[in-house]
Nanobody, 120 residues
Framework: QVQVVESGGGLVQPGGSLRLSCAAS????????MGWYRQAPGKQRELVAT???????NYADSVKGRFSISRDNAKKTVYLQMNSLKPEDTAVYYC??????????????WGQGTQVTVSS
């Protein structure tokens, strides 16, 4: 079974930091883009950050300078380091991976989401 699984969410005070992780597993030929979206209550899902092999990361304007995305290709894992967190960063964060899987072809795979709450 091909899947991506997030971890690392939680409750943090404003100004604090969290690190999210997302690992892909299963019979995978190759992984192209990996990244993070988020969805706050009553709002549409929005892009947070993405990374592609050999390319520069792409960030939403609202997180530039505070969030950093990185990936470990050997571990099929992408990370999101979130610093200087604000209450408006509160959302469910979803990982995705654009992958070519055995017997399934190329598709976007989504994690189940992890809650990040920024509150004092």
């Amino acid at each position: 079974q091909v899947q991506v699984v997030e971890s690392g969410g939680g409750l943090v005070q404003p100004g604090g930091s969290l690190r999210l992780s997302c690992a892909a597993s299963g019979s995978i030929f190759s992984i192209y883009a990996m990244g993070w979206y988020r969805q706050a209550p009553g709002k549409q899902r929005e892009l947070v950050a993405t990374t592609i092999p050999g390319g520069s990361p792409n960030y939403a304007d609202s997180v530039k300078g505070r969030f950093s995305i990185s990936r470990d290709n050997a571990k099929k894992t992408v990370y999101l380091q979130m610093n200087s967190l604000k209450p408006e960063d509160t959302a469910v964060y979803y990982c995705y991976a654009d992958m070519n899987a055995v017997g399934r072809g190329r598709s976007n795979y989504w994690g189940q989401g992890t809650q990040v709450t920024v509150s004092s």
